[in-house]
């Protein structure tokens, strides 16, 4: 019995002793900690931001006239073509005034020619008329002037030729005025053309007010609204439709002012609409407004898509990466491994080859995503403690395998208010 019961001291000596050991031996190599790795790697900072599509520009459709709808051809979201019809008022009377309109200019049109083909050649017959009477009436005077003379007639004969010569020159000088009147540029004639002009500008005002009867689309484009029905009174200047005409399609937005540094006209993008994520298409952008939102602090910027995808519609929501610089094949380690990262010099616990955390000051360069650019301090392959990790410099330790990371090609750098827009991929 005592036997057995020194033999089994014995055992629980040597397995406190063994445990003891043991926990010895972890002591001396340091806790297990997580680590990271610099690597190598192309790196792209970006600016993310969310926005929307739009055209340059957008036509309201309008009526011109005051109507009754009686046709509606085309429905929202449908494509159409310039001078399509849109929409058809009732045009009844607006048919008859332009008709009654043109049939005055062809009256217009018959006196004009009236003028030039009979009352003309008919005066410049009665102008030759007159100037043979007065001709006449000259020769005739004179030859009585010379039977006064001789004696042969009295006074009163004398006297009637002078007043038949006076009545004749004054039915010449008529004959004359009402010629020249007649003829092109005279009084008459000109009264004829001015007459046949406004009766083509009444026509002319007629047909075009016809015309309003049949609204028609201004440019190629997308219907993205419409506020009419057949049987509507519609009023001039109400919007009926509006029109997204096609050509250049836009991405219109809002930038963090934070950022603005950042980013210049004909840096690359990828955007993505949020119907479709997993559909990327490029962009560039072409436009920074110079103002800053006061209430947002947000600055508006434009990028063009070249090449948009064909679902891509107007006013959908649209995601953006900016690509505002890239460093090919740059040393990079994550920004969950440096501590004081917003201080003037950052740092870092690297393990070193004796298993021992030692304190390494860093240089930062572009940062986006959860990674910086190393620019001076390690080397590639160099492992380095997480700040979480309450490590002090000097320690012994055993790293962990790195945890799996996102590639720092994809990250991003978070471009807008928290409030407003998401904060990154």
């Known amino acids: 019995m005592l036997k057995t019961l020194g033999w089994k001291w014995r055992l629980a ?12 031996w972890r002591s001396w190599r340091g806790p297990e900690v997580a680590t990271a790795t610099v690597m190598r790697r192309d790196f792209v900072q970006s600016v993310v931001a969310s926005g929307r599509v739009e055209t340059p520009h957008r036509a309201d459709i309008a009526a011109q006239i005051t109507g009754t709808v009686a046709r509606v051809p085309v429905a929202q979201g449908g494509q159409v073509e310039a001078g399509d019809l849109l929409i058809e008022l009732e045009s009844t009377e607006l048919r008859a005034n332009q008709r009654q309109a043109e049939l005055a200019v062809q009256q217009t049109l018959a006196r004009v020619r009236q003028v030039a083909e009979l009352q003309a050649p008919v005066a410049e017959q009665q102008l030759r008329q007159a100037q043979a009477n007065l001709a006449n009436a000259k020769s005739q005077l004179n030859r009585q002037q010379a039977l006064f003379e001789q004696g042969f007639i009295g006074e009163a004969a004398l006297e009637q030729a002078r007043t038949t010569l006076v009545l004749t020159e004054a039915q010449w000088h008529l004959s004359q005025k009402q010629t020249e009147a007649l003829r092109p540029g005279g009084s008459d004639a000109a009264l004829a053309d001015a007459a046949l002009a406004q009766a083509r500008a009444s026509a ?12 028609k689309a201004p440019a190629a484009g997308t219907l993205i609204g419409r506020k009419v029905e057949v049987g509507d009174v519609v009023q001039a200047g109400k919007v009926l439709m509006t029109l997204s005409p096609a050509g250049r399609t836009q991405l219109v937005l809002s930038v963090d002012e934070r950022n603005l540094r ?14 479709f994520p997993d559909q990327r298409f490029a962009a560039k952008l072409v436009y920074i407004n110079p103002g800053v939102n006061a ?18 519609s107007q006013d959908m929501t649209v995601s953006v990466d900016i690509e505002v610089a890239r460093r090919p094949q740059a040393l990079l380690l994550p920004l969950a491994v440096v501590r004081e990262p917003d201080s003037s010099a950052p740092w870092v616990l690297r393990v070193g080859a004796d298993s021992k955390a030692r304190r390494q000051n860093v240089r930062l360069g572009l940062r986006s995503g959860g990674y910086a650019e190393l620019l001076d301090g390690l080397a590639e392959g160099d492992r380095l403690l997480l700040a979480k990790e309450p490590v002090q410099d000097g320690a012994r330790v055993r790293a962990k395998a790195d945890a799996p990371a996102a590639k720092p090609g994809s990250a991003a750098l978070p471009a807008a208010l928290p409030a407003a827009l998401p904060a990154g991929h």
Do not use: F
Not at 13 to 24: E, R, T
Not at 303 to 312: I, K, N, R, S
């Open 13 to 24: 000596l040597l397995a406190l002793l063994l445990s003891l050991a043991a926990l010895a």
């Open 204 to 215: 002319e005002a007629a047909a075009a007010r016809a015309a309003y009867a049949r609204i």
């Open 262 to 275: 950042l980013i210049a006209p004909g840096q690359p993008a990828l955007a993505s609409a949020d119907a």
């Open 295 to 312: 209430q947002t602090g947000a600055v508006e910027v434009k990028l063009d898509v070249a090449a948009p995808p064909p679902y891509l």
